[in-house]
């Protein structure tokens, strides 16, 4: 009597000694990653719309969201009243070589000629913020406002909307599946042969996973949205090569740098200390900032595996 085919195909693997079970899962595991790559490529109809053109004036906000999320959008409202003079930088405090970076409201200076959203800002440093108390506190004011921009970008196909997301997810869960019970067919095989085989056929399952994360549960931002982006950080380079001789053109002109590069522009301006006020945020959280360095101010990089973006590379917490 001829077995069901999904019951011979796994006869046939339980039957491979490990050597070449284990060739055949890297194989397996490469075919998976393979088949994730082209459904997500095949679901982002984005890629083969032309990307917009560059604004002249682009908003800043729009694309510091398209960066990195809320708390792109964050630093730079913050920046932003810095630079208009509404918030200044606090007396350094602590003891040692630890000293905290904080900004509180500048005196003498009237609240009245800023928005309503600005306001809401910056009445919470009334008392001297460091890092991480604004972005505990700032990306929940601006929440509704990010919505908004959220909105218009995946309008314009820079962002993914929430139904291709949900498509993401279930391609990574229905992979991972996969890989974990190819693997799971051979651990008692393995188990019986020592513990190298157990750490080997594990150690790839891990990698399959997380090759898989890397595709599937990656940043939010479109192929189109990340051609968008490469598009505007080359046509304001400039601002980014030397930040310092435009200082003086303007209000907007540093705003617009920290927009589309991040605050890591700021770096050889009188504002430099907004790169450690972040840093040090980052390290009370225990990680890496997305804001000033790496992929967020980087433009369209990437792992090679999913068209420049690789679940670091560009979105940060762009669906919030």
């Not at 931002?221 to 053109?249: C, W």
């Not at 040090?280 to 967020?296: D, L, M, N, R």
């Amino acid at each position: 009597m001829r077995k069901p085919l999904p019951t011979a195909i796994v006869f046939a693997v339980t039957e491979i000694d490990m050597p070449h079970f284990l060739l055949f899962y890297g194989m397996f595991i490469v075919a998976v990653w393979m088949g994730a790559r082209f459904w997500l490529r095949a679901g982002d109809s984005s890629k083969g719309v032309a990307g917009l053109e560059v604004p002249a004036e682009p908003d800043p906000y729009k694309i510091a969201y398209l960066r990195g999320g809320r708390e792109e959008v964050a630093r730079l409202m913050v920046f932003k009243l810095v630079r208009r003079g509404y918030l200044k930088r606090a007396p350094w405090t602590g003891s040692g070589f630890l000293k905290w970076e904080k900004i509180f409201q500048a005196e003498g200076v009237s609240p009245q000629y800023l928005s309503e959203l600005e306001s809401r800002v910056y009445n919470q440093f009334n008392v001297p913020r460091g890092g991480k108390e604004i972005l505990d506190r700032v990306p929940n004011i601006i929440q509704s406002h990010c919505n908004g921009l959220r909105r218009e970008l995946e309008r314009e196909g820079f962002l993914s909307p929430s139904e291709l997301i949900q498509r993401d997810w279930f391609c990574g869960v229905v992979g991972g599946l996969m890989v974990v019970s190819v693997g799971g067919l051979k651990l008692a095989e393995a188990w019986q042969q020592g513990p190298i085989s157990v750490a080997i056929l594990i150690l790839m399952g891990i990698v399959g996973v997380a090759g898989l994360g890397l595709l599937c549960f990656r940043a939010k931002m479109t192929i189109r949205g990340r051609r968008y982006l490469d598009r505007l950080q080359r046509a304001f380079v400039h601002l980014k090569n030397g930040p310092e001789s435009h200082m003086h053109e303007g209000g907007d002109a540093m705003v617009l740098a920290v927009g589309v590069f991040g605050v890591s522009v700021l770096a050889e301006t009188e504002y430099a200390y907004l790169n450690s006020l972040w840093e040090q945020a980052s390290y009370e959280k225990g990680s890496v900032a997305g804001g000033t360095t790496g992929c967020g101010s980087g433009g369209a990089g990437g792992c090679g595996m999913c068209d420049g973006g690789c679940g670091i590379c560009g979105g940060g917490d762009g669906g919030d």
